[in-house]
C-alpha cells in the first residue's frame, strides 16, 4: 500500500514537472499584453496613489535570481518595484504604502539580475519599458503630457546594460 502511494506521488511529481514550461518558454510567448496586465497590476496594489512623486530611478541589483514569490518577502532594497531577469514585477511594501525611499521622492525600480556584466535580458527591458509607462499613466495627471524624469543609477558602470536600457527607453527594444 505504501509503496503503490510512493509511485503514484513520484509519477504525479514527474508528471508535473513535465508539464511546466521552463523560464525560456515562459518568457519568449508572453504578449505584450501580459506584460501590461502585470505591470498595471503591481502599480495598482497601492490603494491610493501620491502626488508626491518626482521622478523614477532605476537601480541595478546584482544578485542571485530568486522566484517572485520568495522575493516579496526578500529585504527590501529601497525599491518600489523590482523586475527580475524572467521580466516579473514584484511591488514592494514601500509602494503599496506609497512611502518614499529618499529625500527626492523617486519611485525606484530595481532591476535584479544574475550577472553584473551583459545586458539585462530582453523580457526584463519590456517588462521595465511597460512598467514606466504604466506609471506615467497612474501618476501624471491626465490633463498633462509631461512624463515624470528617469534617471540610472547602475552602480556596476557596465556601459553595455546602460546602454540597452537606454535604448529600450528610446524604444528600440529589438522586437518587431
Not at 502585470?38 to 502599480?43: D, F, K, S
Not at 504604502?97 to 550577472?115: E, N, Y
Not at 509631461?146 to 527594444?173: C, E, F, M, W, Y
Request: with cysteine; net charge positive; glycine share 4%.
Amino acid at each position: 500500500m505504501l509503496a503503490c502511494l510512493a509511485v503514484s506521488m513520484t509519477a504525479g511529481t514527474l508528471l508535473l514537472s513535465w508539464m511546466e514550461p521552463t523560464p525560456n518558454q515562459a518568457t519568449t510567448h508572453r504578449t505584450l499584453e501580459q506584460y501590461l496586465k502585470q505591470a498595471r497590476a503591481a502599480i495598482s496594489s497601492s490603494r491610493e496613489l501620491s502626488p508626491i512623486w518626482k521622478g523614477i530611478t532605476i537601480v541595478s541589483l546584482s544578485e542571485p535570481v530568486q522566484s517572485a514569490a520568495l522575493t516579496a518577502v526578500a529585504p527590501q532594497h529601497n525599491v518600489h518595484f523590482i523586475v527580475d531577469s524572467a521580466g516579473n514585477v514584484v511591488a514592494y511594501h514601500s509602494w503599496r504604502r506609497q512611502a518614499p525611499v529618499d529625500l527626492a521622492h523617486r519611485i525606484h525600480i530595481g532591476l535584479r539580475t544574475s550577472s553584473a556584466t551583459g545586458p539585462p535580458p530582453q523580457a526584463q527591458l519590456i517588462s521595465l519599458k511597460t512598467l514606466l509607462e504604466e506609471i506615467n499613466r497612474a501618476v501624471v495627471p491626465h490633463a498633462s503630457s509631461a512624463r515624470l524624469p528617469i534617471a540610472l543609477d547602475d552602480g556596476s558602470q557596465n556601459s553595455s546594460r546602460v546602454q540597452a536600457i537606454r535604448s529600450a527607453l528610446r524604444g528600440k527594444t529589438g522586437r518587431s
